[in-house]
Each structure stands twice: as C-alpha cells, then as structure tokens.
C-alpha cells in the first residue's frame, strides 16, 4: 500500500469561500481520485487527476467548481471553490499504485468540510 | 436501478457467527470488484479483492458470480473488531476510457459482545 495524508483533516469555512485540500502520497503514483463523501452516504468519485494531463470530471461535477492540479507524481490539490452548506462534506483522494493488480485504491484520511 | 446495491443493514450478529452480505452490480463489463471496510468516521480500507475464482483470507471469503452479477463477502467466527460499514466496490472502464471505482452504500456490521 502508500502512505497517504490530507492537510487540512478538517476546516469550518464561511459560504462564498474556498478551501484548498492537499493529497501527499510517499510514492510516485499515476493515477489519483478525488472522493466526496456525504454525511450518511457512500463515497461519489469527484475526478480522475493523472499527471500531466487534464483532470478527468464525473457527471455533475465541473472544474469551475472543483478545480484540481496534479504538479507531480506525488501530490495533488482540489479546490472547493464559492463554497455552499450543500458542500459540507468529507473529501478524500485516492491512488492507485504502479503495478498494482486488479486496480486496487487506496484512501487517504480524508478532509472533513463544514460550511457554514 | 442502482449501479452498485447492497442491503444497507444494519446486522446486529453475536461474537463468534458466521455473517454473509450480499451486493449485486448493474454493467456487465465490470472488470474488479472489492470490499473494502470503513470505521466510523475513518477512510475506507481496502478488506480484500475478490477474485472469478473466489478467494479466502483468514476468516473472510469473497465469492463472485459474474452471470448473476453478484459479490459476496462471508465472515467466520465473527469478532467484536469486525464491527464497521462493508463497502462493495466494482471497477469498470467506461466507453470513454474512463476508470472508475464505484461504491455501494454500504452494509453496516454491530458485533454484539
């Protein structure tokens, strides 16, 4: 597996703002995923962030709302941008190693988003 | 319908039995599957993969019928650790090459001492 952190693990934000989660993993990974997790419900893949290419979006989320950047093989930034209570949310990345078999993802702590 | 669906629970099972979930899946040509575990309040964590020909790991054994379309994950000799939130995972790469994990809800497990 990788070791994986998110900073911040949690923030309380004011509607019309933006938070700027970071993903560090301790390996090079090509492919990174962004999660959302509502409060009592299953994990919704946000996007798909591989270095050096655009992020990939799921059906109803935009990169005017969710922009992301992948600089490297090791780190990746999502942005929760103009911020509503509707965004209040756990948001986690995700990679998948290099060789892995069967395409196995592993979560980091996740950012725990309150909006207010 | 669902592409991913599991009964959501919970399952209330005493410390020492044997517990099944079940979970089925909508598209044909997915191509992994997993059950991964998450704690309250933690990430979820990869539990096992589940292989066509089925695979075992300790006390968990992990079925998959790909002309039903469905997974399974069988626990044994339940302990109180076991308690968490299954997650049946499938892995599919769309027709715009797109690779996507999706989760079902998940089945909530409460060992009871």
């Known amino acids: 597996s990788a070791v994986i952190s998110q900073k911040p693990s949690r923030d309380i934000c004011q509607r019309g703002t933006s938070l700027t989660i970071q993903c560090q993993v301790d390996?090079?990974?090509?492919?990174m995923f962004w999660y959302r997790q509502q409060p009592g419900q299953s994990l919704t893949l946000i996007a798909t962030?591989?270095?050096?290419?655009?992020?990939?979006?799921e059906s109803g989320f935009v990169i005017d709302k969710f922009p992301i950047s992948r600089p490297n093989l090791t780190f990746s930034t999502l942005t929760v941008s103009n911020m509503s209570p509707e965004d209040s949310s756990i948001y986690l990345c995700?990679?998948?190693?290099?060789?892995?078999?069967?395409?196995?993802?592993?979560f980091g702590p996740g950012t725990r988003l309150t909006v207010l | 319908r669902k592409e991913v669906e599991q009964d959501p629970g919970p399952f209330n099972v005493p410390e020492g039995a044997t517990v099944a979930f079940n979970c089925t899946y909508s598209?044909?040509?997915?191509?992994?599957f997993f059950w991964y575990r998450q704690d309250c309040r933690k990430e979820p964590k990869l539990l096992m993969s589940?292989?066509?020909s089925g695979n075992e790991d300790g006390r968990f054994t992990a079925q998959l019928n790909r002309a039903s379309q469905y997974i399974s994950l069988l626990i044994r000799d339940s302990k109180l650790s076991d308690s968490a939130t299954y997650l049946c995972?499938?892995?599919?790469?769309?027709?715009?090459?797109?690779?996507?994990?999706?989760f079902g809800t998940g089945t909530r497990l409460t060992i009871i001492p």
């Open positions: 995700s990679v998948q190693l290099r060789g892995s078999n069967y395409n196995e993802q592993f």
């Open positions: 390996s090079q990974v090509t492919m």
């Open positions: 962030a591989n270095q050096g290419s655009e992020a990939t979006y």
């Open positions: 598209n044909s040509a997915s191509q992994s």
């Open positions: 589940v292989y066509s």
């Open positions: 995972v499938v892995y599919l790469i769309s027709n715009f090459g797109n690779e996507k994990l999706t």
